[in-house]
């Protein structure tokens, strides 16, 4: 009976691990040739989405994603290679509020009010990308967060009809970015299951027009 057990144990994570391995082959081909480094070598959209995440760890200390993807976006505006920023991120208490946080940055960092626009119902990526295509109306954007992130995002909007390009904040090492990078090959699963039930965003709402 032990022995069974082992096995069938054992047969579940074999399958647990070659799920894991074709979600993340799919994303990343799927992505391939569609994220960028440079501003040079950048096509130019007229929305660069930053998708939200959290400008401080758990510990307090400030979190380098939330700052390379502020970086990036300033850089991106700078080099007018989009025009408005969509920021989408979790807005889910008076106490924690993404999208808010962000705009005060990139002000911050030189890019006008007005050609901020917040999307306060980005509380995962499915969210972020299905808002930008059906609530705020975009057929194609930039999105703006570290490789592997854009990646994800790139394969949920081609399913939704939003052409997307991947403009990749810097990444942090792998050492640094472990949890990160375990949390990340299970969210590509789930991105699967999300097609497969045919999961809707928390919140759809007025359509909004971004000019």
């Given amino acids: 009976m032990l022995k069974t057990l082992l096995k069938i144990s054992g047969l579940l994570l074999i399958a647990l691990i070659l799920v894991i391995f074709v979600c993340n082959i799919i994303i990343s081909s799927t992505a391939e040739g569609q994220t960028y480094t440079n501003t040079d070598t950048v096509p130019a959209n007229r929305v660069g989405l930053v998708l939200g995440t959290s400008n401080r760890l758990t510990n307090g200390s400030p979190n380098p994603y939330y700052t390379y993807r502020i970086d990036a976006t300033i850089a991106l505006y ?13 807005n889910g208490s008076i106490y924690y509020n993404e999208p808010n946080t962000i705009k005060k940055d990139l002000i ?42 854009n990646e994800r995002a790139i394969y949920i909007a081609k399913q939704k009809g939003l052409k997307a390009i991947g403009f990749n904040a810097q990444d942090i090492s792998t050492s640094q970015g472990l949890k990160v990078q375990i949390r990340e090959y299970l969210a590509r699963v789930k991105v699967f299951i999300d097609m497969v039930l045919n999961t809707q965003p928390k919140f759809y709402g007025a359509t909004i027009e971004i000019k």
């Fill in 108 to 149: 911050n960092g030189g890019i006008p009010e007005h050609v901020i626009f917040l999307d306060y119902a980005g509380f995962r990526t499915l969210d972020s990308m299905f808002r930008a295509k059906f609530v705020f109306g975009l057929d194609k954007v930039t999105v703006i967060s570290q490789k592997f992130h």
């Fill in 78 to 90: 700078k080099a007018r290679k989009i025009e408005f920023v969509l920021v989408s991120g979790d």
